[in-house]
């Protein structure tokens, strides 16, 4: 069965920091390019960065070029996305997704506000 399980949103202040994580299990890990999107309300779905499967490509939305890194570390199945100098229009739920075979996790909240 596969899931894939994301962590580490919550509440920050503009300018801070969090690191979300999705950890994947019933597939091939390793054998897939794996993307973060996010749905801010009211807005449709959006990719947000993408990664191949070595971790060797990586491409991101131009609203979060500079400030986001995804990255993956195919021995623990876990992809994650680094976001610094987060800003309000950057709130939505973040979801993890293999693309290729249309797999996506329940979403983790990210808020900013002060």
């Known amino acids: 069965q596969v899931q894939l399980v994301e962590s580490g949103g919550g509440l920050v202040q503009p300018g801070g920091s969090l690191r979300l994580s999705c950890a994947a299990s019933?597939?091939?890990?390793?054998?897939?390019?794996m993307t973060w999107y996010r749905q801010a309300p009211g807005k449709e779905r959006e990719l947000v960065a993408g990664?191949?499967?070595?971790?060797?490509?990586?491409n991101y939305a131009e609203s979060v070029k500079g400030r986001f890194t995804i990255s993956r570390d195919n021995a623990k199945n876990t992809v994650y996305l680094q976001m610094n100098s987060l800003k309000p229009e950057d709130t939505a739920v973040y979801y993890c997704?293999?693309?290729?075979?249309?797999?996506w996790g329940q979403g983790t909240q990210v808020t900013i506000s002060s």
């Open positions: 019933g597939f091939t890990f390793r054998n897939y390019a």
């Open positions: 990664i191949s499967m070595r971790g060797g490509s990586t």
């Open positions: 997704s293999v693309a290729a075979l249309n797999y």
